[in-house]
């Protein structure tokens, strides 16, 4: 069922601070939209609202851009695994450091499936650690530039 405007809304604060640049209702139809994020409205960072803003992050959870910072452009990927094996995280991986394919339960950062690079596990990539680490070893090292860094960090 699609997500309504109202039920969000009841999730906010309801000041009309204005503070995300709208009001709550606004807000909430940004949300809806995936035009802005629950860290966007300030009174949601407040310990008074703890619970409010991990329901909303449950709503909208982030997307790996939003994690990681990194956006792949599937077409222009050629599968060739550079960024596999330069990035260390993935290299943490014995086979990875090895120069093989990764295995089955291994939780990998980037992986090639069906000819094409995928972010399975944004999470771990540096750029999402907390505090994050600046890395940009997968961006550097695409022959066709189908890796973007779209975020600082
Ligand atoms: S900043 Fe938060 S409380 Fe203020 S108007 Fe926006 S959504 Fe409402
Ligand atoms: S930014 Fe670094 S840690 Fe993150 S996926 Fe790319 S190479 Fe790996
Ligand atoms: S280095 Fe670039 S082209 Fe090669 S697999 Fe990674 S994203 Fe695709």
Sequence with gaps: MPLS???????????NCKKCGTVCMGFA??????????????LLLEPEFKENLEALRRLFPKTEKEITGLLIDEERCIGCGNCVVVCEENRLNDEIAHGKGSRMNDEVVLLIVDGKVKLPNPKKCKRA?????????CVDHCPTDAIELVSPS
Excluded: Q
């Design 5 to 15: 405007v109202l039920d969000v809304y009841k999730l906010l604060p309801k000041t």
């Design 29 to 42: 139809a940004k949300l809806v939209a995936r035009e802005a994020s629950p860290e966007d409205c300030p």
């Design 129 to 137: 650690f907390e505090p994050p680490e600046f890395c940009r070893a």
